[in-house]
Each structure stands twice: as C-alpha cells, then as structure tokens.
C-alpha cells in the first residue's frame, strides 16, 4: 500500500516551479508569489520577502516532505518550523556530477605583442631545453593574476591546453624572470603531453632542474 500510494505521488509530482508553488499552497504556504528552482545542494531551501527558493529535487518529495517545506516558511511557532527544518535537511539531494565548464578570461588587445613575443619565446626554449618535443600552445597574459605568477591549464572537452604568464609579474619583475616562470610552466606542459600527472612531484623536479629553472616559484607577484 506504501508503494502504491509512493507511486501516486510521483505520477502528480509538480514538473515546474509554478506547479510547485501551487501545491506548497496547497499544504498551508503563505506570503510566497514567486519560486525559483535551484540546484545548490549548500542551501535546499530558502526564501526572502515574497521569493522562495528550492532545490529541484523536491520536485519528486513525498507529501510529507513538500508540507514540511510550506511549514518551514509558514509555520506558527518556532518548534513547527524547526521540525520542518530537520526534516528538509534529511531530504536527500542527488549529487550534480554534469562537468562545469570555467570560463577563461578574455584577452585585452594590449597584451597581444606581449603575447607575441612570449609565444615565440616558447618556440625558442622548446627547440633548446626541450628537444622540439614540445607542441605549439596558446600563451596569455592574465590582469586578473595577483599572487601567482603563471599556470598551465590542461585541455578539457571544449578547451585546448594553454600557458597563462601574469601581467602584473611580467610588468613588476621584467622579461627574465618571466621567462623562467615560462619554462616552469612548460614543464607543466611536458609532464601533460607524456601523459602523466601536472604537479610539481619527483618527476618535475627532476626536469626543472634538467632545464635550468627553479622547481617553485621564489617570487611572489605582490612584492
């Protein structure tokens, strides 16, 4: 009977957030005119003024559990809401594992003969301390970088692999420095084409030192 009843629920489960709302006012909701549907898992449930909040997969709650959300918002006394509380915070929410996707800053166009040289600084050392082994890369200059001095980012699905130097580094510590900071991250780049990890273990070491650089950064970009 549980089952059946289990099943009716999810046969009339509301499919949008004015279906929900409508049926949160069916179970007692009150001063709430407008719902938005959520996939924070930090916050399941909230509301300010007139604006309601839930995550998406109250979609599919039980009765029980969709009039603990109106009672959360609408409840008379403290203890009711704070029952309702406990049992919205044991609701279980699926993990959203769907990939997200970074956005990369966009290039300022007064960074493009910076980019320029940088990139054929990049063809320069791959054919001197790496042999040629190295494939042509996109290379940036980030406003945005405050305390690092560069990365190297490794392909995704929609991106390709690219090389990231700090403005701010090149303007405060000047064409050597970032060079080296360019290696280092070419080793970065070494370590992801010969299909093993990026990070700054044994093997990275090994190869810095190999090509002459440091195996970490010895300058901070706020100085």
Do not use: C
């Amino acid at each position: 009977m549980r089952e059946s009843v289990e099943q009716l629920e999810l046969a009339f489960a509301p499919r949008t957030s004015e279906e929900l709302l409508s049926r949160l006012a069916d179970y007692g909701l009150r001063g709430i005119t407008s719902l938005r549907l959520t996939r924070n898992r930090a916050t399941m449930v909230s509301y300010r003024g007139s604006a309601l909040r839930v995550h998406r997969a109250f979609l599919n709650a039980p009765s029980d559990v969709l009039h603990a959300i109106a009672t959360f918002v609408s409840g008379r006394t403290r203890a009711e809401r704070a029952a309702a509380r406990r049992l919205l915070l044991a609701y279980p929410a699926p993990r959203d594992d769907r990939p997200r996707r970074a956005r990369r800053e966009p290039r300022h166009p007064d960074d493009a003969p910076a980019e320029a040289r940088l990139t054929a600084a990049h063809h320069a050392l791959n054919a001197e301390r790496f042999a040629g082994m190295l494939h042509p890369i996109s290379i940036r200059v980030s406003r945005r970088l405050k305390s690092r001095l560069g990365y190297y980012r490794v392909s995704t699905a929609h991106e390709p692999p690219e090389i990231v130097i700090s403005r701010r580094h090149l303007r405060r510590h000047g064409w050597t420095e970032a060079l080296a900071t360019l290696v280092h991250e070419m080793v970065h780049q070494w370590q992801d084409e010969r299909g093993g990890p990026v990070d700054h273990g044994r093997v990275f070491r090994a190869k810095a030192r190999e090509v002459g650089v440091p195996a970490a950064a010895r300058r901070a970009v706020t100085q």
